[in-house]
Every structure is written in structure tokens, then in C-alpha cells.
């Protein structure tokens, strides 16, 4: 059976794409495996409280623009925001490298925020636009994969920054040249859909006209809603696991980067790839089929969560991870393909730049007060059980997302 010329060019926009996915989260990552070096390193940074403050501000500036990066995908080009984002995410990554200070940290910490707001919505609105209906979710499932292998490789830096022929500095130097190397090649082969394959991509609408009609959208609101509560504990895992595992089993910064990391980023890998198949399968059948998927990744994600956070051994953590992971995967490889069936496509990057606007904004506001319960000793027990609630308000908001019917032949087609 032959594939059509825009077939094998949707799955090339995924395979360009796929190591930009992987830098995106790999330079946000190392810094939290490796967190030991660079507050030795950087003394002015002073208390976890500090620490977790950088971590949000990350956040809340990534938060605020990411809604006016995927409207200017939306508007513009995808294919010149994703290049532009990654350029100078890159080069700040570079620069992240080179800080003596705390102050110099929060300053580049922002910046990155600046530069990578932009790329994610623009980067899953591309790929949806390509890739119209049956082979949505495994498309969505292979980019975030890519994140996840950038989650892994991060949590291997904790043994980058304990040698002392490399350290922490090296690490940052260079993800930031590479980034910044790979732009060159990626502006000349992305492409933009053409624009018959983007139904309504030629309406030009105003920023304040595209807020109100999304806030507006009833199932929008849920599917926001359901996007930032697990993405609370999402991202405490991601940022302080490591920190976490070396504190409550003394092991080495190294092996707690990679046991923080490793593990459940690999069963995420194994969850988007199912996950993403059987919500494709599923949708031939129900319109609804990408939900479901969704809210039984979700299922798993309520246990997983109350289960790190009682675990008595490194090895029962791990194993909760996992269970976390493969859950994580379910979830992730389907929130812009349902976000497609509720959102017409020319505001699909905005939709996804407010859904993150308040989930990486809550996430950075976890990361803070987690510091700061951590330093008045609140046990662990008690933290990542409200997480758990949360997620499991979450799994039941999603069955109230309503697909809209003159969307519903472009997501199963």
C-alpha cells in the first residue's frame, strides 16, 4: 500500500521535531538532578525555599506567555516560532552555564521560560494539523516520548555534575551549543500544513475574540481543569524527586537522578505508545474513545501518587513511579487530540498556550510551597496525598468533556 507524499512529510514534521522535544525538557531537567552541585556551587542561593522559588519562576513566566506564544503560532507561522523558541532557549541554556550568582540564576531561569513558552503549543498544533484524525494520538504519543527521553537523560546529569573533570557547568555549555547548532538545519526543513489541511486557518481572529470564544467552551474549561491538577504532582516529581530519593534513602546524587527519572519516564514511553494505539483504535468506534483512554491513564495516576509519597523502600518507590509513568503516558499522548475535538484548529495553539497558562502556573506554586513545606518538616505522607485528591477530581472532570460534532469526522477520520 503506497503512503501519499503528505503522509510520510506528517510523520517527518514529527521526526524533526522529536529531538527538539527532547532538548526542550532535557535542559529544564538537569537542573533538578542537579541541585546538590549547583547550590554548593552557588552559595547566594541559601534554602530549599530559594531553590524552589527558582523552580517556579521558571514556571510562571513559561506560564504566562505561553498562551501569547500559541497565538502567535496560530496567527503566523508554527514552523518560525518553534525555530525562533528553540534558538534562544538554547542560547540561554548556554548562558544558564556560565552564572555566578542566585540573582543571575532567576534571570536566565526567566529567560528560558520566555523562549520555550513559545515552542510546545506551536510545536502539537503542527503536528495535529498534519496529522487529522486516525493517527492523532500515536503522532502526539511520539513527541512526547521525545520529552520523556529528555526527562531520562536529564536525570543522568546528576553524574555529569559529580565528576570532577565535567560538573554542572559543562552540561549547560553543551546542550546550548547543540540546540543552537540543530536551528539551522530545522528552518529549512519544517513546514508549515498547507493550508487546506488547516480547515479555517485563513480566519483572522483577535486575541481577546479567541479568549473569550475558549472560555466560553464549557468541555475547554474541563479539559483545562483536568490538564493542571495531576500536572501539580507532575511536576514536584519531575523537580524534586531526585532530591527527594537522596534524602529519604541516602543514596548519591547520581543514582537518585537516574532512579527518579529513569524508571518512570521509560513506562511513560511504554503508556504513550499504548495509549496513544488504543485511543486511535477506540475513537473508530466512540467518538469518546480518546477520553476514556485518558481517565484510565488518570486511574493510575490517583495510586501512584499517595503510593510515592508512603513509600518505606527505594525499590517500592520506583515501582510507584513506574505505575505513575505508565499512567502519565495514557494522559499526556491525548490532551491535544482531544483538545482538537472540542477547539477548531486555528485556535488549537492558543487553547494549548491557556492550558498551560494555569497548569504550569499551579505546577510553579507546587514547586514553591513544596520547598517551603519541606523546610517546616511536613511529611511526605501528607503532601503527596492532597496530589493524589487532586488527581482524582481530575479523572472523573474529564467524562464530562463534551466532543463538538463538526469536528468529530476530522479527529476519527
Not at 531553590?51 to 517556579?56: A, H, K, S
Not at 500536572?231 to 541516602?250: S, T, Y
Request: proline share 4%; charged share 10%; with cysteine.
Amino acid at each position: 500500500m503506497s503512503v501519499s507524499p503528505l503522509a510520510r512529510t506528517a510523520w517527518l514534521i514529527v521526526a524533526l521535531l522529536m529531538p527538539v522535544a527532547l532538548l526542550n525538557y532535557l535542559d529544564r531537567q538537569m537542573l533538578a538532578s542537579m541541585k546538590y552541585s549547583v547550590m554548593a556551587d552557588l552559595p547566594t542561593i541559601g534554602s530549599d525555599a530559594n531553590w524552589g522559588f527558582m523552580l517556579g519562576q521558571f514556571k510562571w513566566v513559561y506560564a504566562f506567555l505561553s498562551p501569547i506564544g500559541g497565538y502567535i503560532a496560530d496567527r503566523f507561522s508554527r514552523r518560525l516560532t518553534i525555530c525562533g523558541s528553540l534558538f534562544v532557549w538554547s542560547a540561554v541554556t548556554y548562558w544558564t552555564g556560565h552564572v555566578t550568582t542566585y540573582n543571575e540564576l532567576l534571570m536566565t531561569r526567566s529567560l528560558m521560560g520566555i523562549s520555550e513558552a513559545f515552542y510546545i503549543p506551536a510545536a502539537l498544533a503542527l503536528i495535529a494539523d498534519y496529522h487529522t484524525g486516525g493517527t492523532r494520538s500515536r503522532a502526539i504519543g511520539l513527541h512526547q516520548m521525545a520529552i520523556y527521553l529528555g526527562v531520562i537523560t536529564g536525570g543522568f546529569s546528576g553524574y555529569v555534575a559529580d565528576d570532577p573533570n565535567l560538573g554542572w557547568r559543562f552540561a549547560f555549555t553543551v546542550c546550548g551549543v547543540v540546540g543552537m547548532i540543530y536551528t539551522v538545519p530545522l528552518v529549512f526543513l519544517l513546514r508549515d500544513a498547507p493550508r487546506s489541511e488547516t480547515a479555517g486557518a485563513s480566519v483572522k481572529v483577535s486575541p481577546a475574540r479567541a479568549v473569550v470564544e475558549l472560555l466560553g467552551n464549557v468541555s475547554f474549561l474541563l479539559l483545562v481543569l483536568y490538564f493542571t491538577l495531576p500536572a501539580m504532582a507532575g511536576w514536584v516529581v519531575r523537580d524534586w524527586m531526585p532530591a527527594i530519593l537522596k534524602e529519604q534513602f541516602g543514596i548519591g546524587q547520581g543514582q537518585a537522578g537516574v532512579a527518579a527519572t529513569l524508571y518512570w519516564q521509560v513506562a511513560a514511553i511504554v503508556g504513550a505508545i499504548i495509549g496513544g494505539f488504543l485511543a486511535d483504535r477506540w475513537m473508530r468506534r466512540n467518538n469518546r474513545g480518546r477520553i476514556y483512554i485518558s481517565a484510565i491513564g488518570m486511574a493510575m495516576i490517583v495510586p501512584a501518587i499517595f503510593g510515592v509519597g508512603n513509600a518505606g523502600t527505594l525499590t517500592v518507590a520506583v515501582l510507584f513511579l513506574i505505575l505513575f509513568g505508565l499512567g502519565w503516558g495514557f494522559f499526556d499522548c491525548n490532551n491535544m487530540p482531544i483538545l482538537c475535538q472540542i477547539v477548531r484548529s486555528d485556535l488549537r495553539a492558543t487553547g494549548y498556550g491557556i492550558m498551560n497558562l494555569v497548569s504550569i502556573s499551579c505546577g510553579g506554586l507546587a514547586d514553591w510551597g513544596f520547598g517551603a513545606l519541606q523546610d517546616r518538616e511536613v511529611p511526605l505522607a501528607v503532601i503527596f496525598g492532597i496530589f493524589a485528591a487532586l488527581a482524582g477530581v481530575s479523572a472523573l472532570l474529564v467524562l464530562f468533556i463534551r466532543p463538538r460534532p463538526e469536528l468529530l469526522q476530522e479527529s476519527a477520520s
